[in-house]
């Protein structure tokens, strides 16, 4: 006997629009015998359904356990109906506009089923590289509005053919309703020239530019290649002269370059691979992931000098696969661009500022629309650790904590370094990709352009703006001009508490979840007290904190100066600690006391005593810098931020001898605010150097003497305030020797740790931190 028909109106939200979500409603609904209709808006997506109420729960039930890939259903609402289905089947109906309250897909790596189809000769998309479906390709890199349909894309400009246009319109096929859909016939093509822009001519007749780009390659070329988000360029990677002349060009001469390699099995012939990594290396995002060197076979020490890692990610498009099919051995993928400019995505502009890097340019004709850069992850203390969000992860929503559901509409601004901004709206957390340093010129104008585009796709009107305290920070000049112009409530955050409301968020932490101890190392952030802060024990919460502890305060002689020459850090620390004529009559034989006695000391002795361009900081990254320099690391100058922190570590790593003590680090307490002091470290540091002790031991001790001295003083304010959750955040918490010692000891004392998965601890996350904390004062307490 057939049970009575019901209707019901069902709303679902999230991540559910160009990812296959409608056709998996047509299946199932027809397998459940259900009639009705189901189409995209701007919320998402909406059902009409009607039959048997069972069925309908059965249905429901099936769309909440079985989602396709890409999908991420934060809400689905039903709703009885009066209005019966006119209809005797169930169908797909055209998108409709309203409020957009859905989200953006990141891209995704290729997929299984596409992958089979460009490497099948029988089928229409062999070797084509822009072959996708609704389970993978380019989302953000080539969206331009909401509903997300083709008219909104890039791929506007390439009518469907026949065939295509089929696939398009079938809700049984992969690629119903997938935006980019494209073959040979109708797609965007891709072709080979050289640094005039003179196309290449094929080597082997019947081969296409994607194999000759591959050949070249392997002949020592540097060949820049537009890929999804952006331009690479790629090189052998175990041609050192190749690198080498990669590096001349870049100006790149020794920040790490990232490899791309085949499959896994490449890269575990060049580094240790867990079954995390590899699941993270094959995960849709495909980030690049930091691993550890293998002793098995290495690779030119010119690719990552001076690094105990290595940056692999594998082939995350059609023509990555197709240019490594054959390929034994990695490719040098590094951003294509100018040392510290934004990657190029236009074919003019690459042909204009990559022409003396490059020689060759593998082009294609399909517009990106936003730069997107790679993402990197590592895995430290069990977990995955995001250290840029941008591909594969960005714009995806980050659900705001428990507490969060009355939020104002925000925008919060990001820092000046590693910027990102993010959106706050209907309780989540909209985290822009990594933007770059603003400090550059066309990294600001693209800034710009991304707050216009997130606005626009999200149709987000700001109630308020949240930037750092910092007024010289182009993203704090820029929020202060916006809220004047359009009249909006403007909050300065000071940049640490941003850092450990960023973490709280990315913990879950509840708003009212309590106040924790805080610890925020980095580089430099503005103090509330007009200094530069940077080593900071924070009693707080989203709403308010209070500083309880901070490093020993140093000068930083000639200001930013000190932040690019590490050897002024050195002589600071020393100067300021145990002062330059002691250190000269005790050490004064030893190779790093006798260089710097070279330098000129009394000038930066007389700027520091006059207060002259040398601020006081308690930056623990200065204070790395200071231990490097007398190692002979990076001591004279960095080419790239954090390099001495980074290749201290390195030291470090090579060593990790148990039985080494920790050099001291002591608490000490000055009207009542706790200071950590580096002060008794350095005679401990320079008597070791005397006895000859390995630079990679002393490294270590440094860096157990350092955690040792940072938990002794959590322990110790954790206590006295009642606190037993202590947050960790700051670029400084990237180093994953630090990391692990410090949660390591501080777990085994008991407390809660919290920190970093999902946003960046460096100043990438600083926007979220900075939106949770305007979100908290936008809420009335109770």
Not at 513 to 530: E, F, P
Not at 745 to 755: A, D, N
Request: proline share 6%.
């Amino acid at each position: 006997m057939t049970g009575i028909e019901v209707a019901e109106q069902i709303r679902v939200q999230g991540l559910v629009q160009g990812v296959g979500f409608r056709p998996l409603v047509w299946r199932l609904a027809r397998e459940l015998g259900l009639r009705g209709a189901v189409w995209n808006d701007g919320q998402g997506v909406e059902i009409h359904v009607c039959g048997e109420s069972a069925q309908i729960d059965r249905f429901c039930e099936r769309l909440l356990a079985e989602p396709p890939p890409l999908a991420k259903i934060d809400n689905l609402h039903r709703q009885p109906t009066a209005r019966l289905s006119e209809k005797g089947e169930f169908v797909i109906n055209d998108s409709r506009a309203g409020e957009v309250r859905t989200g953006i897909v990141p891209d995704a790596a290729t997929c299984e089923a596409c992958l089979r189809d460009i490497r099948d000769p029988a089928n229409r998309r062999y070797r084509y590289p822009f072959t996708n479906c609704t389970h993978c390709g380019p989302r953000l890199t080539l969206v331009e509005g909401i509903p997300y349909d083709r008219a909104n894309t890039s791929m506007r400009h390439f009518p469907l053919c026949d065939d295509c246009e089929a696939e398009y319109r079938d809700p049984a096929d992969r690629r119903f309703h997938a935006q980019p859909n494209a073959c040979p016939v109708c797609g965007p093509r891709i072709w080979l020239c050289d640094a005039e822009g003179k196309p290449v001519a094929l080597s082997v007749a019947g081969e296409d530019a994607v194999h000759e780009a591959s050949r070249r390659l392997s002949e020592g070329a540097i060949v820049a290649i537009k890929g999804i988000g952006g331009f690479h360029l790629a090189c052998d990677a175990s041609n050192e002269a190749a690198v080498a002349r990669l590096r001349e060009r870049k100006g790149r001469y020794h920040k790490p370059f990232a490899l791309m390699a085949r499959d896994c099995s490449v890269i575990r012939r060049f580094c240790e691979v867990s079954q995390a990594e590899a699941e993270l290396l094959m995960n849709p995002a495909a980030p690049i992931v930091l691993l550890p060197r293998s002793e098995k076979m290495r690779l030119p020490g010119n690719v990552a000098p001076q690094q105990a890692s290595l940056g692999f990610m594998l082939p995350y498009s059609p023509l990555h696969h197709l240019l490594l099919a054959d390929w034994d051995r990695p490719l040098v993928m590094t951003s294509g661009n100018r040392i510290e400019e934004p990657q190029c995505i236009d074919n003019q502009e690459a042909a204009e500022r990559l022409r003396p890097l490059a020689d060759l340019f593998l082009l294609h004709d399909r517009a990106i629309t936003n730069r997107v850069d790679d993402s990197v992850v590592r895995m430290m203390g069990g977990s995955s650790r995001i250290l840029r969000r941008a591909r594969g992860y960005a714009p995806r929503p980050l659900q705001l904590p428990e507490g969060f559901e009355q939020a104002a509409p925000l925008l919060a601004m990001g820092g000046e370094l590693k910027n990102t901004f993010c959106l706050v709206r209907q309780g989540q957390a909209i985290l822009s990709q990594h933007i770059g340093d603003l400090e550059n010129l066309i990294a600001y104008q693209d800034y710009l352009r991304n707050l216009d585009l997130y606005a626009g796709l999200f149709e987000h009107r700001p109630a308020g703006l949240v930037a750092d305290l910092h007024p010289n920070y182009r993203s704090t000049q820029h929020a202060k001009a916006m809220a004047a112009e359009r009249d909006l409530p403007l909050l300065l955050v000071q940049h640490h508490h941003a850092h450990i409301a960023s973490v709280l968020a990315d913990s879950g932490w509840p708003l009212q979840g309590g106040k924790v101890l805080g610890i925020a190392l980095d580089g430099s952030g503005y103090g509330d007290d007009g200094t530069v802060w940077g080593g900071e024990f924070l009693l707080a919460d989203y709403r308010e904190y209070r500083r309880l502890g901070k490093l020993q305060p140093v000068p930083l002689p000639g200001g930013a100066q000190a932040i690019l020459q590490p050897w002024r850090n050195a002589f600071s620390q020393l100067h300021h600690h145990l002062g330059w004529e002691h250190v000269m009559r005790q050490w004064g034989d030893l190779e790093p006391i006798a260089w710097l006695d070279r330098q000129p000391l009394k000038v930066l002795a007389g700027m520091i005593e006059a207060g002259v361009n040398s601020p006081l900081s308690s930056s623990c990254g200065r204070l790395f810098d200071a231990v490097a320099a007398i190692l002979a690391i990076c001591r004279e100058s960095i080419s790239y931020e954090g390099q001495a922190a980074i290749e201290l570590e390195t030291a470090a790593r090579r060593s990790q001898c148990s039985a080494d003590a920790a050099y001291t680090v002591q608490t000490t307490v000055d009207e009542g605010v706790y200071r950590l002091d580096s002060a008794t470290l350095w005679p401990e540091l320079l008597d070791d150097l005397r006895a000859g002790l390995d630079r990679q031991r002393i490294a270590w001790r440094f860096h157990l003497g350092l955690a040792t001295g940072v938990t002794e003083m959590a322990t110790e304010l954790a206590q006295s305030n009642g606190v037993d959750t202590l947050a960790l955040s700051g670029g400084v918490f990237q180093n994953k020797t630090l990391f692990e010692l410090v949660t390591n000891q501080l777990l085994r004392k008991g407390y809660s740790v919290l920190s970093h998965r999902n946003v960046p601890s460096n100043d990438g996350g600083l926007a979220l931190g900075q939106a949770a904390i305007g979100a908290a004062r936008s809420i009335t307490k109770d």
